[in-house]
């Protein structure tokens, strides 16, 4: 039977770019063989050690997941569509309504008039959306849209949590935040912006990181959570808050130019457990930094997380509740996914196993083990600084930039060889293990996985990490290098 494998954009480096490939098969799995034999490199990372399908890893035949169904021996039919979705980010839905909805004033009903002549908003949703609470977790991408849109729609009270500052390279998407605001904590320049778009609603702003010890206490005063961070520390902290608090999750990630959306309630669904058991290994899926995002994506995603949470606030129908929107805005290609609650889950699973909040950074991988620091200390790196001392007398260093081509057309550091990351293994023969080699990317966290699997593959040769990557040489070396 032929049929499409669809491969994510963060996977497309392992599978020589393709975002489709056509293989025969009777099974997923035997699908998924064809696949990884064809590329080698993309095994690794869908299978773990012992030949399994990761954790953070769902396969979809069509629009059903593959755990709900045969797993690996799910039968397939010609033009059947396998999906691989790693993680990257009926009845009534009504929140608990305020015992009294608070009036609307003249100025508010003027303000508000598209939405009271609907009827399925009317005064009566509008007066819901003036008694609703949400908080939101990150002022960046996705919370500027979601926060304006919020703000604009009569959401009576928004909470902002969010402890960064205005960068110049968050303006070609963060559209909360302008030229002025550069230097300026986000959560200033968005108080500023979301009160000048109404300032009859109630603004509430935490200027601090989420953690374990104040998630449970912030929570509890909001009808709503939306996740707008990009990182998977917090986004599990954020799902298991709302499992435990019983609030709704409103959920959504961009890479590049895929999203994903969908709203995670306990009481009526699957959380993200559900969906992703478990995080990918730190360093595995690439951040917006790393890999880049299209500017309009997070704008179109956080539109469709205040929909949601809109929604949900009126009490409406159609509520992405076990269900998984993926949107590729390159393709302009909409897909829908069937969710399901997981009965082992930890979390909101029959016997769950997480009855209080725990450590994430551990939980994900970043913070190392007794027994991982000493592996960690193996990785010899160098500053940018040292460096160009060491080239200046002369010492005879090879220097391999391990970032994709068009990184390498923005900044370059001179004299070095490109070598993407994805091809690193399969060119070993063209770094000479007779000469010290530095590797270096854009911070530093490419370069570290590429010697890894240097030193995995048999190179023998000494292999120094560039701490802090290309940046680090503009700050400390160079300032006419552009930073991106």
């Excluded at 559900?274 to 690439?286: A, R, S």
């Excluded at 016997?351 to 909040?357: C, G, V």
Aim: a negative charge.
């Amino acid at each position: 039977m032929a049929v499409t494998i669809i491969i994510p954009t963060a996977l497309r480096q392992y599978a020589g770019g393709s975002s489709e490939v056509e293989v025969e098969a009777k099974t997923t799995g035997e699908a998924l063989e064809r696949l990884t034999s064809t590329h080698a490199e993309l095994r690794k990372h869908l299978y773990n050690d012992q030949n399994r399908l990761r954790n953070f890893v769902n396969i979809y035949l069509n629009d059903e997941d593959i755990r709900h169904a045969e797993g690996a021996e799910t039968k397939v039919k010609d033009g059947d569509t396998i999906m691989i979705v790693p993680s990257i980010a009926g009845g009534s839905t009504t929140i608990e309504e305020a015992a009294s909805k608070p009036a609307l004033t003249n100025e508010e009903i003027a303000r508000y008039s598209r939405h009271l002549i609907m009827p399925e908003v009317g005064m009566e949703g509008q007066r819901k959306l003036k008694a609703a609470s949400v908080l939101m977790i990150g002022t960046g991408g996705l919370g500027a849209p979601l926060g304006m849109y919020l703000a604009a729609a009569g959401v009576g009270r928004l909470g902002i949590l969010d402890f960064d500052v205005v960068d110049e390279s968050n303006l070609q998407r963060q559209i909360i935040h302008g030229t002025k605001d550069v230097g300026r904590p986000k959560i200033e320049s968005a108080r500023d912006r979301l009160h000048d778009i109404n300032p009859h609603i109630r603004l509430d702003t935490y200027e601090t990181r989420l953690t374990s010890e104040n998630a449970l206490e912030l929570f509890r005063d909001y009808d709503i959570i939306v996740d707008g961070t990009d990182n998977f520390p917090t986004r599990y902290l954020v799902n298991d808050a709302c499992v435990l608090t019983g609030k709704p999750n409103v959920y959504g990630s961009i890479f590049r130019f895929e999203g994903q959306a969908s709203v995670f309630w306990a009481a009526k669904g699957a959380c993200y457990r559900c969906l992703y058991p478990e995080p990918p290994p730190p360093g595995l899926v690439p951040s917006c930094a790393e890999g880049g995002v299209l500017g309009v994506l997070p704008g179109i995603v956080g539109a469709i997380q205040a929909n949601e949470t809109i929604k949900i606030i009126l009490g409406a129908e159609g509520i992405l509740i076990n269900r998984l929107l993926l949107f590729d805005a390159w393709n302009m290609r909409w897909r829908e996914l069937k969710l399901r609650r997981d009965p082992a889950c930890p979390i909101c699973g029959d016997n769950p196993t997480i009855k209080e909040l725990i450590d994430y950074e551990e939980f994900c991988g970043l913070r190392p083990q007794p027994q991982e620091v000493k592996a960690s200390e193996e990785l010899e790196e160098t500053t940018a600084s040292e460096l160009k001392r060491r080239l200046d007398r002369g010492d005879d260093i090879q220097i391999i930039d391990v970032r994709e081509p068009h990184e390498y057309e923005i900044a370059r550091i001179p004299d070095t060889k490109l070598i993407p990351l994805g091809q690193v293994v399969n060119r070993i023969d063209e770094i000479d293990p007779d000469r010290e080699t530095v590797v270096h990317c854009k911070g530093g966290v490419r370069s570290a996985k590429a010697i890894e699997a240097l030193k995995q593959a048999g190179f023998n040769g000494r292999l120094i990490n560039l701490r802090g990557g290309i940046i680090a040489w503009s700050d400390e070396v160079d300032q006419s290098v552009p930073k991106y």
